[in-house]
């Protein structure tokens, strides 16, 4: 048992020494072409703030912003714009034939109640049926309502996220490795590293 634990030991602490060594040589022979300010200035910096002022002006120029600013061989924003109108399309569609029926059934029904003649269209529903149909576009256009406003902060909030990601860089390369580590000065252990770049 005690060689057992001999080997190990000899071996954690040649792995120790190898990946010690590699990262000596490897630190040593990088060195920099250009000078730390001229690779921060050479970035474009991407405002998140405009993107989302933009898209809350008007819905899909937020997205079509972050299209703009993306790098050439990631650009995939401007598939959302059609999507976003479609959405706001459809739910103020919805919005404005439920406001438009509930109107007409609380005409009826106050024709109903007035002894004024009814449209046709409503003939065939007593006057109980007439209030809760009112009653049930009501709820309709209530939720219209709250389905426009969902669409339209879903698409400002999309703005904003993708945003952050437009400078975002993951390469191909990804890498993941295992170290030695001692953990408390006197447990063995191993280190999960993931390399993204």
């Not at 969902?150 to 909030?157: D, G, P």
């Amino acid at each position: 048992m005690k060689l057992l634990l001999a080997v190990l030991l000899l071996q954690v602490s040649c792995v120790f020494a190898q990946s010690n060594a590699f990262e000596n040589s490897f630190y040593s022979n990088f060195t920099l072409e250009t000078e730390p300010t001229e690779i921060i200035d050479s970035v474009k910096p991407h405002s998140i703030r405009k993107a989302v002022i933009l898209s809350a002006c008007l819905p899909g120029a937020g997205q079509v912003y972050n299209h703009l600013a993306m790098p050439k061989g990631k650009k995939k924003a401007f598939w959302k714009v059609p999507l976003i109108y479609a959405g706001l399309g459809a739910s103020t569609y919805f919005l404005i034939t439920n406001q438009q029926t509930q109107k007409e059934l609380k005409q009826e029904y106050t024709n109903r109640i007035e002894l004024k003649p009814g449209a046709a269209e409503w003939a065939g529903y007593d006057d109980q049926g007439v209030l809760t149909l009112y009653n049930q576009y009501l709820n309709w256009r209530d939720l219209s309502i709250v389905a426009v406003g969902i669409v339209y902060l879903l698409q400002v909030t999309d703005a904003g996220v993708e945003a952050h990601f437009v400078n975002f860089d993951v390469s191909e390369d990804l890498s993941m490795g295992f170290d030695p580590v001692i953990l408390d000065y006197r447990t063995p252990g191993l280190k999960l590293s993931l390399n993204f770049r």
